[in-house]
């Protein structure tokens, strides 16, 4: 008890300390202040840079992508044939071109769809095309995909425009064109388009629906019809397909996925990851950048921080003596500066939160119309506050503790003896 | 702390020897051996530099670098931890600086309860009670609510004065207590002084250059060039 009353004189002799010098400890706290709300600002800025750029990437990649693409042919039927020492002469050689298909495709989507980690599975199939309107031929690909399936995991029905993308699911000879190449074809939605495959065959698709996607490159090139037809025009079996796609729960899993399916699936795996390493750079780039500013900042307001307890503390130095001399201890005076250090933590960090979450919902209505967006992102996290708060408040305990502990080793008598 | 005999020295000091080593090494105290009754009512006296304050900063248990040893209460003080110390003067010591009085942003109410507050053995009420008894003992209850800087230098030395009361001290030490007093109320600390000696058993131990002050004293030291020549 006798504790308590103690530690209440340290508190109140605090108290008193940090209002008889009001500007002293505002400034202090201003500090503070700055610190931890562009640690919040800067943070949930590019937070929401990076989850626009992710929005962005997956709206057309998926976290895992199983295909035959990269599948090496190393098979070289001479040198298995003759021994090395062999000399031969082989006239008219021809490559025969290798597989670059799925034929098993039930399958493999059976066996994605048994992870527990895996939220949407869905094949494709892809192939050049020419398309053919009059007179006018444009190069580009036909995605022949499941609609339900695509949709879940692309949220391609919000991207057509025109048309409704579900109604690739019965409409057999319906397509679904990429709005540049509808406009270079110079076709409108119920127009007609002829496409010509590779080898040779053709067919007339009615427009159904036009898709804007904030990628040119796909809405200049691209159309999508439904998987069944695709498979019809190539002359396949319902278990073909160019590739699977699979999207986890958590996007961080990929690894483990491939790890523990890739002896099952017997094809190329490729993660998003792989296929986006500069994805993954940019944002941790920026993610370092974020911090690295924001951490400057809190630094640069604990150096403030320690001046004015420093600043304090020798103004102070006769009261400090004259409280030791009356039998107030070192740990005393070490109690006494730090409750005003933690104060104004605790005070810069509520305002630093306040202020933080201010400037980012005001530049949250900042107009920037690119790329999809219509204002500036800002993208709030937990741990980002968290982070602001646990930063701001050990750095003032750590600028108020210096000088408190040599508030709390003065020697009285050399003061008072002045 | 063990309680105190009738019988035993408030304070005890032998041989105490201390050097000043700047601006050059140099004995300030050539070996000050004294005892002090409980209850007695003491002056020390000497010229100016003759070592009177160096002196009673050692008692006082602040200043730890000397030679020889100090008791209080019939405990050796001497090389005990500086914790251990400031404990001690809280309960058992009240001191009058010569100059730097008060916490200039408290009150003198404020400050007069601050020792009580931080010893922690009474109440709110009853420290605020004792505070205001003291203030009225040296007739400054009705600057009791003031800030300590508004006050005149007088009646700050008479605050310090209150201040050093409230805990109920076994020794009060005072470094020209009453220096910078007219004489009316010089001589009204006296009579306090000589009233808590007398009548409560308090010892007073007080440096002063004030030869009135010292014969109204029970016993007067002089010092000398760091020696006491007269008990
Ligand atoms: N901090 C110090 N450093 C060096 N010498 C000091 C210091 N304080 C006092 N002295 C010297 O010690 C001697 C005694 O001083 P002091 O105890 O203040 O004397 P008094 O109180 O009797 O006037 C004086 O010669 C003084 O100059
Ligand atoms: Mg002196």
Redesign the pocket.
């Known amino acids: 008890m006798a504790d308590k009353k103690k530690n209440k004189v340290n508190r109140q002799i605090a108290s008193t300390h940090l209002t008889s010098k009001k500007w002293q400890t505002v400034v202090a706290i201003l500090g503070v202040t700055f610190g931890v709300s562009m640690y919040i600002f800067m943070n949930s800025f590019m937070n929401g840079v990076n989850k626009t750029q992710d929005d962005l990437a997956f709206s057309n990649l998926a976290h895992i992508r199983i295909d035959n693409e990269n599948e090496k042919n190393d098979y070289d039927p001479v040198k298995a044939v003759f021994s090395p020492a062999t000399i031969f002469n082989i006239s008219g050689r021809k490559d025969i071109q290798t597989e670059t298909d799925i034929k098993n495709t039930n399958e493999i989507v059976d066996i994605m769809n048994r992870q527990q980690e895996v939220k949407d599975v869905t094949s494709q199939v892809n192939f050049s095309v020419f398309f053919r309107n009059g007179s006018k031929k444009i190069n580009g690909s036909i995605s022949g995909v499941d609609p339900e399936n695509e949709n879940r995991m692309f949220g391609s029905a919000d991207k057509v425009i025109a048309g409704k993308w579900i109604d690739l699911n019965y409409m057999k000879s319906g397509m679904i064109i990429g709005k540049e190449l509808a406009e270079d074809l110079g076709v409108k939605l119920n127009d007609n388009v002829n496409i010509l495959t590779p080898d040779g065959a053709s067919k007339n698709f009615n427009v159904i629906g036009i898709i804007e996607t904030s990628i040119k490159e796909i809405d200049r090139s691209r159309a999508y019809i439904n998987i069944g037809s695709a498979r019809q025009l190539l002359g396949e079996n319902f278990d073909y397909s160019t590739c699977v796609l699979v999207n986890l729960y958590n996007r961080d899993e990929t690894s483990q996925v491939v790890a523990n399916t890739e002896k099952a699936v017997g094809y190329n795996m490729e993660t998003w990851q792989d296929a986006n390493q500069q994805l993954v750079a940019a944002s941790q780039l920026r993610n370092i950048i974020a911090s690295a500013v924001s951490l400057a900042i809190l630094l640069v307001a604990g150096f403030g921080i320690y001046n004015i307890m420093n600043m304090t503390i020798n103004e102070k130095i006769r009261e400090i003596a004259i409280l030791k001399a009356m039998g107030f201890s070192g740990k005393d005076i070490l109690n006494i500066f730090l409750t005003q250090a933690t104060v104004i933590g605790l005070l810069g960090a509520v305002t630093g939160l306040l202020l933080g979450v201010g400037i980012s919902s005001a530049v949250n209505q900042v107009p920037f119309k690119v790329a999809g967006l219509t204002t500036l992102p800002i993208h709030y996290q937990w741990g980002d506050f968290a982070a602001a708060i646990i930063f701001g408040i050990i750095t003032t305990i750590l600028a108020g503790y210096f000088p408190a502990r040599k508030a709390s080793k003065i020697d009285p008598v050399v003061i008072i ?1 002045g | 702390m063990t309680t105190v005999n009738k019988n035993t020295n408030a304070l005890e000091v032998k041989n105490l020897v201390k050097y ?1 080593y ?1 601006p050059s090494k ?1 004995q ?1 105290l050539k070996g000050v051996s004294f005892d002090v009754k409980k209850g007695e009512f003491l002056s020390i006296i ?10 009673l900063y050692v008692l006082s248990t602040m200043d730890t670098d000397y030679e020889g040893n100090l008791s209080l209460n019939g405990q050796l003080l001497t090389g005990q931890t500086q914790n251990k110390l400031s404990a001690f003067r809280n309960e058992h010591i009240g001191f009058v600086f010569q100059f730097h009085y008060l916490l200039p942003e408290f009150t003198a109410l404020e400050n007069v309860m601050l020792p009580a507050k931080k010893l922690g053995k009474m109440s709110l009420e009853e420290i605020e009670h004792k505070a205001y008894e003291s203030l009225r003992l040296l007739d400054l209850h009705e600057q009791a609510l003031k800030g300590a800087n508004k006050l005149s230098g007088g009646q700050q030395q008479r605050v310090a004065i209150a201040r050093a009361l409230i805990n109920n001290p076994s020794i009060i030490m005072g470094d020209e207590p009453t220096g910078n007093l007219d004489s009316k109320n010089s001589l009204a600390v006296q009579d306090i002084f000589r009233d808590l000696a007398h009548e409560f058993g308090q010892t007073i131990i007080c ?1 002063t250059h004030d030869n009135d002050f010292a014969r109204r004293t029970d016993r007067t030291i002089e ?1 000398e060039d760091g020696l006491v020549i007269s008990h």
């Open positions: 003896r | 000043f700047d140099f300030v000497g010229k100016s530099g003759s070592g009177k304050s160096t002196l440096v010092m």
